[in-house]
């Protein structure tokens, strides 16, 4: 019998022994490997804390005890155990379980996260919860290295060091390797400096020093010194230390009984407590320890050779690597930005070629944004490549730092629409409605991967803030005749009509492409638009529409309240249109995980829904 069988609740990990957790771990990591080869997800961080997880439940219990898991793409073994195993293979599908922590979905998801940096806030407001009602249950948070390196994680340490409250921050490193002497020398002072023996006696002795007239504080301060000296000497955590935490670690975050241990040591000490644990990312399947960042985030693949079974065609992220290059070659002044997705956002040829002008700032995208503007202040030419979900972090920084002073930097909004599989944190959805509102902002979005190569051409060559919205993978099988040069707020015809006419924007193009043709062919005179630039509107185009149309559509792969659809009901509101206007887009409510291609089709945002829309909206 294997020992995941054995596993039916949390509470049952409390009854295996050492070796058992070791000889379950084994199994834990052959099922995710097969089972995510299958699904694809975030395999790499996942392999990297089995073992962490393990003993989380060994020691804690999260019926009562809260865990904040920060990005959350590594519950998978939290999930497994919490009463998910049946439906595992369910993961990241259409109405299966989601790859993120999800509180609808289990009583042990304590908290929804997706975006990084978040989990010491939440877990502290949880804490300071539980001391207002009198309660008496653990709260932990586990977050990445790279996660630290968001602002949002030292504003939370800054208040939880200073709080005072009972709170576990456990710090999962996965970037460093573990020197088992410099570990072991860390756990011994960690545990020497955490007993209760020596926090009674160390506080015993200030009480003792601090009566003794005239000199007592005076030697109190002096022995401070000399102790206070004697820590930043031998202990690596004096950062966190000076924030108001006791520091544990660094400690092998594969070695289940040293977790265990320091975890239970853990739960006895006053105050905020960080435990540095050191993993292995992708540990246990050979491909995702060599290229763990190949793994982080990965589609179906084959398990013997780690390589990819999805038909790689090309895509948005590859075409804007390539313009991007070309661009800086011809201009020195032309820099790139990312907080820490070089290789999502297609900028790992740039970074090759041009180290100097390429910054990862890691997981900062309020700093990235305020960064590029001073960029522009002093003469470059700055490209902010990100995703849409994740620009949503700097909207007062765009507002604030970048628009306001009407500064030429780049937005490469890449990821706009739904994403798929990740579901509600990621999906793109919001971008339209939070852009177009600011001043000085142009805002457009390609139809294919030839006119984002003629987008990307035109926006190198201005001196405005731009952002260009553009999506995840590549484009369907449309080819177009048409491909207008590309003039600032001027559309495109793509076919011609006057009792309806659709206005599409991005890939939302392709898709009333193939529902208009179907119109016509059913007699219906109708038109299509390439509304390629959302920001300006062309009022001239409008004009022409509001004058000739008895039906106008718009179609966006954007939320319905403030996206181009809103600015065009304003625009016929104000100019007195008589006809009937019908926006299609998404409802008023976070789209879930699936593939794009059922979200389309449950959205009517495939040519099929559109076709159908239509069809019901006109007499």
């Known amino acids: 019998m294997k020992y995941m069988d054995m596993i039916n609740t949390p509470e049952d990990i409390k009854n295996f022994s050492f070796k058992e957790l070791n000889k379950l771990s084994k199994e834990l990591r052959d099922y995710l490997i097969d089972v995510v080869s299958k699904t694809g997800g975030h395999l790499a961080s996942n392999l990297g804390v089995i073992e962490l997880t393990l003993a989380l439940f060994y020691v804690f219990n999260f019926k009562k005890d809260k865990i904040v898991w920060d990005v959350g793409h590594q519950t998978y073994v939290h999930k497994i155990i919490t009463g998910r195993k049946e439906r595992f293979h369910t993961l990241r599908k259409y109405e299966g379980i989601s790859g993120f922590p999800k509180p609808t979905e289990s009583e042990f998801d304590h908290f929804v996260t997706g975006h990084s940096s978040t989990s010491i806030s939440a877990a502290l407001g949880m804490a300071r919860a539980r001391d207002l009602k009198g309660e008496k249950h653990n709260v932990i948070a586990v977050i990445g290295d790279g996660a630290l390196t968001g602002g949002m994680a030292f504003e939370a340490l800054n208040d939880a060091g200073n709080s005072k409250t009972n709170l576990i921050v456990i710090l999962n490193d996965n970037e460093m390797s573990i020197s088992q002497n410099v570990g072991s020398l860390a756990c011994y002072l960690s545990k020497i400096r955490t007993a209760p023996a020596y926090i009674n006696l160390r506080d015993e002795l200030e009480s003792i020093i601090k009566r003794i007239p005239a000199v007592g504080d005076n030697l109190f301060k002096s022995a401070e010194k000399v102790k206070d000296g004697l820590k930043h000497l031998v202990i690596h955590g004096m950062l966190f230390e000076d924030l108001g935490f ?4 660094p400690i092998d ?5 040293v977790l265990v241990e320091v975890l239970n040591r853990a739960k006895t000490i ?8 050191v993993t292995k990312k992708g540990r246990g399947y050979t491909h995702a320890e060599e290229k763990p960042d190949v793994f982080h985030g990965v589609g179906p693949f084959e398990i013997e050779t780690g390589e990819n079974i999805t038909v790689k065609k090309m895509t948005y992220s590859n075409v804007f690597g390539e313009e991007i290059v070309k661009y800086a070659e011809k ?24 180290p100097n002008r390429f910054f990862d700032v890691g997981i900062a995208e309020q700093h990235a944004a305020t960064m590029a503007a001073g960029l522009a202040k002093e003469g470059f030419k700055p490209v902010f490549a990100v995703y849409s979900t994740f620009l949503q972090r700097a909207f007062d920084q765009v507002i604030h730092d970048i628009c306001i002073q009407n500064l030429p930097v780049l937005l490469a909004v890449d990821r706009a629409g739904v994403v798929g599989e990740d579901g509600e944190t990621h999906q793109g959805v919001f971008d339209l409605s939070y852009l177009r509102i600011i001043p000085n902002l142009t805002v457009l979005s390609p139809k294919d991967l030839r006119e984002f190569r003629m987008m ?17 993978g590549g484009d369907t099988n449309i080819i177009f005749d048409n491909y207008d040069d590309i003039y600032l707020g001027k559309w495109e015809t793509l076919l011609l009509g006057k009792e309806v006419t659709i206005l599409a924007v991005g890939k939302m193009v392709q898709h009333s492409y193939k529902a208009a043709i179907k119109l016509k062919d059913k007699g219906i005179d109708v038109g299509l638009i390439n509304c390629r630039f959302i920001k300006p509107l062309d009022e001239d185009k409008l004009n022409e529409v509001i004058n000739k149309s008895k039906y106008i559509f718009t179609v966006e792969d954007n939320v319905l309240y403030g996206g181009f659809g809103s600015s065009i009901n304003e625009y016929l509101l104000k100019n007195g249109y008589k006809g009937k206007v019908v926006n299609i887009a998404y409802p008023d409510e976070f789209i879930p995980h699936g593939s794009v291609e059922i979200l389309y089709k449950k959205y009517g945002l ?7 829309t239509i069809i019901k909206n006109i007499d």
């Open 246 to 249: 006791k520091y544990l670690g």
């Open 253 to 257: 975050g594969h070695n289940i009984e």
């Open 270 to 277: 006053k105050g905020p407590v960080l435990i540095h644990v």
């Open 331 to 354: 201009d020195n002044r032309v820099v790139a930005i990312t907080a820490a997705m070089p290789d999502g956002t297609g900028l790992t040829e740039f970074s090759n070629r041009f």
């Open 456 to 472: 990307l051409q035109w926006c190198f060559k201005q001196n405005m803030p731009i952002a260009i919205r553009y999506p995840r």
């Open 606 to 612: 495939d040519s099929e829904g559109i076709y159908n």
